[in-house]
DNA sequence: CTGAAAGCGCTAACAC
DNA sequence: GTGTTAGCGCTTTCAG
């Protein structure tokens, strides 16, 4: 076991008092007295004691990042956002996976770990914006997409609907007529895949064009996959299709071309979140790019704000997106 | 505040030592005592304390995760298990990344988290195995990947030589002769790349055919491309490349399409890891598939058999791995 | 089966 | 500037 204060103390031939004042740093030290006890501290190799400060301080240094799933790339360069930037703060960020799962969800939500750190930040999928309310008196929670949770949590976002409604106005400028969309989530409360479709729906009446709809179970790539399949096996007269993912698009792009379509010549494709496998895919995809590092920004400013004021009124950050028009949706 | 341990005891009219019975489920209490002190718990919304667990017991429940990048597929992918069995442990995982740059890996290794945690799965690129069996009495620590820390720390790996050697076979089976490597990284101690050297210079040996080895700075798909490049622009006769990583692979894979190579007609591009992104990109990439649920057992096992015994032998487990044939190594 | 109390390591209020 | 000490909330030894 390593050393602690009291060991340190008594080696150095001070107080506690004097000890934890030099390894904090806050209060006045004489220097000679601070250079003795610094040699005792390297000496002994004492590292203060992260439960014990956590007990007696309230603060963990933690913050929980729940969300359906680590794996998913989208996911992935967000955390990674967030890891980066939370040490700013001098947080360290554990992951929890819910699967999307309203259960599970809850549990994590509620259960022990949400007491342990100092916040949580959360991609709610399965709860309500109601569930998300009920809860007992824990750590702070900041929302990350279209939950809105009626105005009572912190919550950043994009504007989904705007940024849909653009792409599909990209897509219908470049001449496409029958533009279908894949990705609705029905069974979920999640309204992310609603504002999209609805951003979606906008455009195309604006343009006197028909709205095609196509569910997915999941965003995975198998998800975009199944969907266009259905789509091509139907003998659908589609010349685009816009997903809600990339990951989707990635899906839908392998079973187009698999099936010798040529894109964006017969079938332009257009994905949403800008991962970086779509700007290497084959050809290179069309997406919405939310600016990743502004919601890690914002989500951790949220954070921080709320532990410094518990009552301030709770913040809608809408994030800005940009239209990435790459090779998958070039002219027929 | 949440209720603690006392209130909850003055309220049902027990000593703490009954609550703290209930809540542990441990020892014997009266079944009436006990339906008592849980509906006072439920009324108070009573949560252990975490903090204090921890301190007075040393366990954290946390496991840190240390690697170069989450954002990384492979990494994600990972990640994504590991948390998954985690819970299996009463752990939840903790992400901490380093960029692959030594000093941050010696100070997250050393650090005051690496107290605060049970034990640490680490993914190391910078430090050399002496450097990792250096650091003051913390936490164990598991090691992923090559560096194996002369048998002094347990240790979860694949068995790279064989496994690049049986994928540079596969290429030669399939008629290639002019096979270049891309992904060396000599500037890493990380011993990882320079397996799959050995194996694919040995492949290559048993054939009597010439290596062709393109050392790249990082792992990403833009190093991938710009290896490409670099092969192209100087006009080397290449007829298929063997990238160390997936997304090497599916940047050299982009280039090679843009420029109008057709492959795997005019080239085979073949990767490692097995990442989402490769089963779905046109044309799909052969790769090495590593059992990755069995990494993340593997690293779990050995780091709560390490917690039961301090002093057992250190493990070094190698897991399995996959030839994974898919359309990018076609025939010619 | 239950109660009393020590103590995990630290911070900070209170002394001097 | 420095020493002394209470107490954060819990588990667990020792009594009963």
């Not at 359906?68 to 996976?97: K, M, N, R």
């Not at 007491?115 to 009920?134: C, E, F, K, N």
């Not at 998800?223 to 399949?229: E, L, R, S």
Request: proline share 5%; with cysteine; charged share 25%.
């Amino acid at each position: 076991m390593s050393a602690n204060l009291r060991q340190v103390a008594e080696r150095a031939g001070v107080s506690v008092r004097t000890v934890s004042n030099v390894v904090s740093g806050f209060a006045l030290v004489a220097p000679e007295t601070r250079e003795r006890v610094q040699r005792v501290i390297d000496e002994l190799g004492y590292r203060p004691n992260a439960a014990a400060r956590h007990l007696r301080g309230g603060r963990s240094g933690l913050v929980a990042l729940v969300l359906p799933e680590i794996s998913s790339p989208y996911f992935g360069e967000l955390a990674g956002h967030l890891a980066d930037q939370a040490e700013a703060y001098a947080w360290t960020l554990l992951v929890q996976q819910t699967g999307g799962d309203a259960a599970r969800e809850r549990e994590l939500l509620d259960g022990v770990r949400a007491q342990t750190v100092d916040g949580l930040i959360m991609s709610p999928w399965g709860l309500s914006p109601a569930d998300l309310t009920r809860r007992p008196d824990s750590a702070p929670l900041v929302l990350l997409g279209e939950q809105d949770a009626g105005g009572l949590l912190d919550h950043v976002a994009l504007d989904n609907e705007t940024a849909a409604a653009d792409l599909t106005h990209h897509l219908i400028k470049t001449g496409r007529r029958h533009i279908a969309a894949i990705g609705l989530q029905p069974h979920l409360v999640n309204g992310t895949a609603a504002r999209r479709a609805a951003g979606y729906r906008r455009a195309l009446a604006e343009s006197g064009l028909p709205a095609r709809e196509i569910p997915v179970d999941r965003l995975h790539r198998a998800d975009g996959a199944a969907a266009m399949t259905h789509l091509l096996d139907n003998g659908a007269e589609v010349d685009a299709v816009f997903c809600f993912s990339d990951q989707l698009a990635l899906g839908a792009l392998h079973v187009a071309l698999d099936r010798g379509l040529r894109v964006p010549g017969d079938l332009a494709v257009a994905g949403f979140d800008d991962i970086e496998d779509g700007r290497y895919a084959n050809p290179a995809l069309t997406t919405i790019a939310p600016d990743k590092p502004a919601i890690a920004r914002a989500a951790l400013t949220c954070l921080a704000d709320r532990l410094a004021d518990r009552n301030a009124h709770p913040r809608r950050v809408v994030v800005p997106h940009r239209l990435e028009v790459r090779a998958s949706t070039g002219r027929r």
